[in-house]
Protein backbone atom coordinates (compact mmCIF):
# COMPACT_ATOMS: atom_id res chain seq x y z
CA UNK A 1 0.00 0.00 0.00
CA UNK A 2 2.72 2.45 0.80
CA UNK A 3 4.45 2.01 -3.10
CA UNK A 4 0.78 2.69 -4.22
CA UNK A 5 0.71 5.80 -1.86
CA UNK A 6 3.35 7.61 -2.82
CA UNK A 7 3.45 6.53 -6.48
CA UNK A 8 -0.25 8.47 -6.71
CA UNK A 9 1.44 11.25 -4.85
CA UNK A 10 4.12 11.53 -7.37
CA UNK A 11 1.68 11.36 -10.29
CA UNK A 12 -0.28 14.57 -8.73
CA UNK A 13 2.50 16.61 -9.26
CA UNK A 14 2.11 16.38 -13.69
CA UNK A 15 -1.26 15.91 -12.81
CA UNK A 16 -1.37 19.57 -11.39
CA UNK A 17 0.59 20.93 -14.24
CA UNK A 18 -0.87 20.07 -17.15
CA UNK A 19 -4.12 21.63 -15.55
CA UNK A 20 -2.33 24.49 -14.69
CA UNK A 21 -1.28 24.74 -18.47
CA UNK A 22 -4.72 23.91 -20.02
CA UNK A 23 -6.61 26.38 -17.93
CA UNK A 24 -3.82 29.52 -18.29
CA UNK A 25 -3.92 28.68 -22.69
CA UNK A 26 -7.47 29.20 -22.13
CA UNK A 27 -7.26 32.26 -20.15
CA UNK A 28 -4.87 33.81 -22.14
CA UNK A 29 -7.47 33.12 -25.25
CA UNK A 30 -10.60 34.89 -23.66
CA UNK A 31 -11.12 38.28 -23.91
CA UNK A 32 -11.00 41.25 -21.75
CA UNK A 33 -7.78 40.87 -19.35
CA UNK A 34 -7.41 42.70 -16.08
CA UNK A 35 -5.18 45.79 -17.88
CA UNK A 36 -8.13 45.66 -20.31
CA UNK A 37 -10.43 46.20 -17.15
CA UNK A 38 -8.35 48.40 -15.53
CA UNK A 39 -8.64 50.62 -18.38
CA UNK A 40 -11.95 50.72 -18.56
CA UNK A 41 -12.84 51.24 -15.34
CA UNK A 42 -10.62 54.36 -15.94
CA UNK A 43 -12.08 55.43 -18.89
CA UNK A 44 -15.73 54.90 -17.21
CA UNK A 45 -16.64 52.14 -19.57
CA UNK A 46 -16.59 49.28 -17.07
CA UNK A 47 -19.75 47.40 -17.17
CA UNK A 48 -21.57 45.90 -13.98
CA UNK A 49 -21.54 42.71 -13.28
CA UNK A 50 -25.53 42.75 -12.80
CA UNK A 51 -25.29 44.03 -15.55
CA UNK A 52 -23.44 41.19 -17.99
CA UNK A 53 -25.83 39.12 -15.59
CA UNK A 54 -29.13 40.22 -16.87
CA UNK A 55 -28.01 41.42 -20.01
CA UNK A 56 -28.51 44.88 -19.08
CA UNK A 57 -26.33 47.92 -19.64
CA UNK A 58 -28.02 48.76 -23.24
CA UNK A 59 -28.14 52.50 -21.57
CA UNK A 60 -24.98 52.86 -20.18
CA UNK A 61 -21.68 54.15 -21.85
CA UNK A 62 -20.41 52.10 -24.32
CA UNK A 63 -16.71 50.71 -24.62
CA UNK A 64 -15.04 52.08 -26.93
CA UNK A 65 -13.10 50.86 -30.11
CA UNK A 66 -10.06 50.05 -30.28
CA UNK A 67 -6.74 52.21 -30.02
CA UNK A 68 -4.91 51.57 -33.57
CA UNK A 69 -1.75 50.04 -32.42
CA UNK A 70 -2.94 49.02 -28.89
CA UNK A 71 -4.08 45.57 -28.36
CA UNK A 72 -6.59 46.41 -26.06
CA UNK A 73 -10.16 47.84 -26.83
CA UNK A 74 -10.75 51.59 -24.57
CA UNK A 75 -7.25 52.67 -24.71
CA UNK A 76 -8.23 55.32 -27.00
CA UNK A 77 -6.86 58.76 -25.76
CA UNK A 78 -4.36 56.70 -22.69
CA UNK A 79 -0.94 57.59 -23.19
CA UNK A 80 0.78 54.62 -24.85
CA UNK A 81 3.12 54.78 -21.66
CA UNK A 82 0.44 54.90 -19.23
CA UNK A 83 -1.06 52.15 -20.58
CA UNK A 84 2.42 50.41 -20.77
CA UNK A 85 2.52 51.26 -16.91
CA UNK A 86 -0.83 49.49 -16.10
CA UNK A 87 1.00 46.69 -17.97
CA UNK A 88 3.59 46.19 -15.82
CA UNK A 89 1.60 46.69 -12.66
CA UNK A 90 -0.35 43.66 -13.40
CA UNK A 91 3.11 41.46 -14.88
CA UNK A 92 1.64 41.57 -19.03
CA UNK A 93 4.79 43.46 -19.57
CA UNK A 94 6.03 39.87 -20.16
CA UNK A 95 5.69 36.96 -22.08
CA UNK A 96 2.96 34.27 -21.48
CA UNK A 97 5.43 31.84 -21.12
CA UNK A 98 7.36 33.45 -18.66
CA UNK A 99 4.66 34.69 -16.71
CA UNK A 100 3.55 30.90 -16.36
CA UNK A 101 6.49 30.03 -14.75
CA UNK A 102 7.04 32.28 -12.43
CA UNK A 103 3.37 31.66 -11.21
CA UNK A 104 4.45 28.13 -11.00
CA UNK A 105 7.88 29.23 -9.43
CA UNK A 106 5.85 31.47 -6.61
CA UNK A 107 3.72 28.61 -6.21
CA UNK A 108 5.50 26.00 -5.44
CA UNK A 109 6.77 28.36 -2.71
CA UNK A 110 3.53 28.28 -1.73
CA UNK A 111 3.22 32.58 -2.38
CA UNK A 112 -0.11 32.97 -4.40
CA UNK A 113 0.35 36.61 -4.92
CA UNK A 114 -2.54 39.08 -4.03
CA UNK A 115 -5.57 40.40 -6.05
CA UNK A 116 -5.73 42.50 -8.86
CA UNK A 117 -9.13 44.22 -7.64
CA UNK A 118 -9.18 43.71 -4.15
CA UNK A 119 -5.64 44.55 -2.74
CA UNK A 120 -5.56 41.28 -0.12
CA UNK A 121 -3.59 38.14 -0.59
CA UNK A 122 -5.21 35.33 -2.24
CA UNK A 123 -4.84 32.96 0.64
CA UNK A 124 -6.31 35.81 2.42
CA UNK A 125 -9.28 35.85 0.11
CA UNK A 126 -9.80 32.27 0.49
CA UNK A 127 -9.40 32.27 4.02
CA UNK A 128 -12.44 34.70 4.36
CA UNK A 129 -14.64 32.63 2.23
CA UNK A 130 -13.74 29.13 3.94
CA UNK A 131 -15.85 29.04 6.52
CA UNK A 132 -18.94 29.69 4.63
CA UNK A 133 -18.26 26.98 1.75
CA UNK A 134 -16.89 24.51 4.68
CA UNK A 135 -19.99 24.87 6.46
CA UNK A 136 -22.35 24.35 3.42
CA UNK A 137 -19.88 21.42 1.75
CA UNK A 138 -19.56 19.84 5.08
CA UNK A 139 -23.14 19.77 6.64
CA UNK A 140 -24.56 19.26 3.12
CA UNK A 141 -22.76 15.64 2.72
CA UNK A 142 -22.78 14.51 6.57
CA UNK A 143 -26.50 14.99 6.18
CA UNK A 144 -27.04 13.24 2.75
CA UNK A 145 -25.23 10.14 3.50
CA UNK A 146 -26.78 10.02 7.08
CA UNK A 147 -30.35 10.20 5.29
CA UNK A 148 -29.97 8.89 2.10
CA UNK A 149 -28.08 5.43 3.15
CA UNK A 150 -30.46 4.29 5.66
CA UNK A 151 -33.21 5.12 3.14
CA UNK A 152 -31.62 3.67 0.19
CA UNK A 153 -31.10 0.45 2.47
CA UNK A 154 -34.57 0.18 3.44
CA UNK A 155 -35.93 0.70 0.11
CA UNK A 156 -34.05 -1.86 -1.39
CA UNK A 157 -35.15 -4.63 1.79
CA UNK A 158 -39.07 -3.56 0.74
CA UNK A 159 -38.58 -2.87 -2.96
CA UNK A 160 -41.85 -2.97 -4.42
CA UNK A 161 -43.80 -2.13 -1.15
CA UNK A 162 -45.86 0.61 -0.54
CA UNK A 163 -42.97 2.34 1.43
CA UNK A 164 -40.97 2.01 -1.63
CA UNK A 165 -43.44 3.32 -4.15
CA UNK A 166 -44.01 6.41 -2.39
CA UNK A 167 -40.61 7.28 -1.53
CA UNK A 168 -39.57 7.17 -4.69
CA UNK A 169 -41.82 9.52 -5.94
CA UNK A 170 -40.87 11.99 -3.58
CA UNK A 171 -36.79 11.20 -4.90
CA UNK A 172 -38.31 11.36 -8.33
CA UNK A 173 -39.97 15.08 -7.43
CA UNK A 174 -36.55 15.89 -5.35
CA UNK A 175 -34.29 14.87 -8.55
CA UNK A 176 -36.21 16.95 -10.72
CA UNK A 177 -35.93 20.61 -8.95
CA UNK A 178 -33.09 22.31 -9.32
CA UNK A 179 -31.48 23.30 -5.98
CA UNK A 180 -31.75 27.19 -6.61
CA UNK A 181 -35.38 26.80 -7.96
CA UNK A 182 -35.96 25.43 -4.36
CA UNK A 183 -33.81 27.58 -2.67
CA UNK A 184 -36.31 30.43 -4.05
CA UNK A 185 -39.53 28.17 -3.34
CA UNK A 186 -37.96 28.25 0.52
CA UNK A 187 -37.45 31.67 0.20
CA UNK A 188 -41.19 32.58 -0.22
CA UNK A 189 -42.33 30.32 1.95
CA UNK A 190 -40.24 30.41 5.17
CA UNK A 191 -38.14 33.74 5.27
CA UNK A 192 -40.34 36.65 4.52
CA UNK A 193 -41.49 35.90 0.70
CA UNK A 194 -44.59 35.88 0.80
CA UNK A 195 -45.97 33.45 3.70
CA UNK A 196 -44.08 32.67 7.04
CA UNK A 197 -40.89 34.41 7.97
CA UNK A 198 -39.45 31.62 10.50
CA UNK A 199 -35.90 31.70 8.80
CA UNK A 200 -33.36 34.66 7.64
CA UNK A 201 -32.38 35.33 4.14
CA UNK A 202 -29.07 36.96 4.67
CA UNK A 203 -25.29 35.87 5.92
CA UNK A 204 -24.02 33.15 7.74
CA UNK A 205 -24.75 34.46 11.31
CA UNK A 206 -26.71 37.57 12.63
CA UNK A 207 -24.78 40.84 13.13
CA UNK A 208 -25.22 40.38 17.04
CA UNK A 209 -23.34 37.05 16.52
CA UNK A 210 -20.37 37.70 18.55
CA UNK A 211 -22.78 39.16 21.76
CA UNK A 212 -24.51 35.89 22.20
CA UNK A 213 -23.51 33.03 24.53
CA UNK A 214 -21.84 29.81 23.33
CA UNK A 215 -25.06 27.68 23.29
CA UNK A 216 -27.01 30.74 21.02
CA UNK A 217 -24.18 31.20 18.70
CA UNK A 218 -24.77 27.12 17.87
CA UNK A 219 -28.64 27.89 17.20
CA UNK A 220 -27.88 31.16 15.66
CA UNK A 221 -25.55 29.48 13.36
CA UNK A 222 -28.01 26.79 12.64
CA UNK A 223 -30.83 29.07 12.10
CA UNK A 224 -28.96 30.70 9.20
CA UNK A 225 -28.04 26.72 7.41
CA UNK A 226 -31.20 25.52 7.67
CA UNK A 227 -32.50 27.16 4.35
CA UNK A 228 -29.56 26.85 2.28
CA UNK A 229 -28.63 23.46 3.19
CA UNK A 230 -32.07 22.12 2.46
CA UNK A 231 -31.95 23.76 -1.33
CA UNK A 232 -29.09 21.68 -1.91
CA UNK A 233 -29.35 18.59 -0.32
CA UNK A 234 -32.31 18.12 -2.34
CA UNK A 235 -30.65 17.02 -5.44
CA UNK A 236 -27.85 15.32 -3.61
CA UNK A 237 -30.18 13.45 -1.25
CA UNK A 238 -32.55 11.94 -4.20
CA UNK A 239 -29.40 10.63 -6.34
CA UNK A 240 -27.38 8.76 -3.46
CA UNK A 241 -31.11 7.60 -2.17
CA UNK A 242 -31.45 5.71 -5.95
CA UNK A 243 -27.71 5.08 -5.86
CA UNK A 244 -27.16 2.96 -2.39
CA UNK A 245 -31.11 1.41 -3.51
CA UNK A 246 -29.51 -0.18 -6.49
CA UNK A 247 -26.44 -1.03 -5.30
CA UNK A 248 -28.42 -3.41 -2.57
CA UNK A 249 -30.71 -4.71 -4.61
CA UNK A 250 -27.67 -5.47 -7.35
CA UNK A 251 -25.91 -7.23 -3.74
CA UNK A 252 -28.93 -9.16 -2.71
CA UNK A 253 -29.35 -11.17 -5.98
CA UNK A 254 -25.81 -12.53 -5.59
CA UNK A 255 -25.44 -15.91 -4.90
CA UNK A 256 -23.49 -15.85 -1.56
CA UNK A 257 -25.90 -13.74 0.01
CA UNK A 258 -28.11 -16.67 -0.54
CA UNK A 259 -25.82 -19.15 0.73
CA UNK A 260 -25.41 -17.11 4.04
CA UNK A 261 -29.29 -17.17 4.82
CA UNK A 262 -29.07 -20.97 3.74
CA UNK A 263 -26.54 -21.18 6.81
CA UNK A 264 -28.76 -19.61 9.13
CA UNK A 265 -27.62 -16.29 9.53
CA UNK A 266 -29.71 -13.59 10.66
CA UNK A 267 -31.45 -10.69 8.47
CA UNK A 268 -29.38 -8.35 9.77
CA UNK A 269 -26.21 -10.10 9.36
CA UNK A 270 -26.35 -10.46 6.40
CA UNK A 271 -27.45 -7.47 5.13
CA UNK A 272 -25.11 -5.12 7.67
CA UNK A 273 -21.72 -7.94 7.91
CA UNK A 274 -21.70 -9.00 3.91
CA UNK A 275 -24.28 -6.73 1.90
CA UNK A 276 -23.42 -3.71 2.99
CA UNK A 277 -19.39 -4.13 2.98
CA UNK A 278 -19.85 -5.02 -1.10
CA UNK A 279 -22.52 -2.22 -1.94
CA UNK A 280 -21.07 0.72 0.06
CA UNK A 281 -18.09 0.50 -2.55
CA UNK A 282 -19.37 2.37 -5.13
CA UNK A 283 -21.14 5.00 -2.84
CA UNK A 284 -18.01 5.40 -1.32
CA UNK A 285 -16.28 6.35 -4.69
CA UNK A 286 -18.60 9.33 -5.40
CA UNK A 287 -18.15 10.88 -2.04
CA UNK A 288 -14.86 13.12 -2.33
CA UNK A 289 -16.48 14.39 -5.91
CA UNK A 290 -19.58 15.05 -3.58
CA UNK A 291 -18.03 16.87 -1.34
CA UNK A 292 -15.72 19.17 -3.11
CA UNK A 293 -18.55 19.45 -5.85
CA UNK A 294 -20.62 21.29 -3.17
CA UNK A 295 -17.79 22.83 -1.35
CA UNK A 296 -16.22 24.67 -4.37
CA UNK A 297 -19.15 24.86 -7.49
CA UNK A 298 -22.03 23.70 -6.57
CA UNK A 299 -23.10 26.27 -3.84
CA UNK A 300 -22.79 29.14 -6.36
CA UNK A 301 -26.14 29.63 -6.83
CA UNK A 302 -27.65 29.17 -3.26
CA UNK A 303 -24.32 31.52 -2.01
CA UNK A 304 -26.03 34.07 -4.41
CA UNK A 305 -29.43 33.58 -3.46
CA UNK A 306 -29.47 33.18 0.05
CA UNK A 307 -26.00 37.05 0.70
CA UNK A 308 -23.75 34.13 1.44
CA UNK A 309 -19.90 34.54 0.64
CA UNK A 310 -18.41 31.98 -0.11
CA UNK A 311 -15.58 29.93 -2.41
CA UNK A 312 -18.16 29.73 -5.36
CA UNK A 313 -18.65 33.10 -5.13
CA UNK A 314 -15.37 34.51 -4.68
CA UNK A 315 -14.53 32.64 -8.21
CA UNK A 316 -16.91 33.40 -9.91
CA UNK A 317 -16.09 37.29 -9.79
CA UNK A 318 -12.59 36.71 -10.26
CA UNK A 319 -13.64 34.95 -13.63
CA UNK A 320 -16.12 37.93 -14.20
CA UNK A 321 -12.93 40.78 -13.65
CA UNK A 322 -10.50 38.65 -14.73
CA UNK A 323 -8.75 38.55 -11.55
CA UNK A 324 -5.72 36.08 -12.59
CA UNK A 325 -4.25 35.61 -9.62
CA UNK A 326 -7.82 34.79 -7.40
CA UNK A 327 -8.24 32.48 -10.15
CA UNK A 328 -5.15 30.81 -10.89
CA UNK A 329 -4.06 30.83 -7.08
CA UNK A 330 -7.48 29.11 -5.88
CA UNK A 331 -7.65 26.32 -9.17
CA UNK A 332 -3.91 25.92 -7.88
CA UNK A 333 -5.21 25.39 -4.25
CA UNK A 334 -8.43 23.32 -5.08
CA UNK A 335 -7.07 20.96 -7.41
CA UNK A 336 -4.23 19.80 -5.29
CA UNK A 337 -7.05 19.38 -2.32
CA UNK A 338 -9.06 17.71 -4.85
CA UNK A 339 -6.01 14.96 -6.14
CA UNK A 340 -5.66 14.86 -2.61
CA UNK A 341 -9.03 13.33 -1.06
CA UNK A 342 -9.30 11.38 -4.40
CA UNK A 343 -6.48 9.16 -2.84
CA UNK A 344 -7.89 9.78 0.68
CA UNK A 345 -11.37 7.59 -0.97
CA UNK A 346 -9.11 4.96 -2.52
CA UNK A 347 -7.89 3.94 1.10
CA UNK A 348 -10.85 4.27 2.25
CA UNK A 349 -12.04 1.52 0.16
CA UNK A 350 -8.83 -0.45 1.58
CA UNK A 351 -10.86 0.20 5.01
CA UNK A 352 -14.16 -1.39 3.82
CA UNK A 353 -13.25 -3.84 2.08
CA UNK A 354 -9.32 -5.18 2.77
CA UNK A 355 -9.91 -7.60 -0.20
CA UNK A 356 -9.01 -4.41 -2.21
CA UNK A 357 -5.49 -4.68 -3.45
CA UNK A 358 -4.57 -1.61 -4.92
CA UNK A 359 -0.25 -2.34 -4.17
CA UNK A 360 -1.02 -5.33 -6.73
CA UNK A 361 -2.11 -2.83 -9.41
CA UNK A 362 0.51 -2.09 -12.38
CA UNK A 363 0.68 1.78 -12.84
Same mark, same amino acid.
Given at each position: MLAYVVRRLLLIIPTLFGIMVVNFVVIQAAPGGPVEQMIAEISGTAVASTARLTGGGGDGPRRPAQEPGSQYRGAQGLDPRFVAEIERMYGFDKPAGERFFLMLGNYIRLDFGKSFFSDKSVIGLIGEKLPVSISLGLWTTLLTYLISIPLGIRKAVRDGSSFDVWTSGVVIVGSAIPSFLFAILLIVLFAG *??? &???FPLRGLVSDNWSDLSWPMRIVDYFWHMTLPLLSLMIG %? !?? *???? &? $???? /?????? @????? $? #?? %? @?????RRVLYHHVFRNS?????? *? /???? !????? /? $? *? #?????IIFSLDGLGLLGYEAALRRDYPVMFGSLFIFTLLGLVV @? &????? $????????IDFEGRAG
Open positions: *GSY &LNW %A !FA *GLTM &L $TKNS /FLDEIN @KQYVV $T #AR %A @KGLTEMLIVIA *G /FPGA !FIGIL /F $T *G #ALLTE @K &LISDL $TYVLVDPR
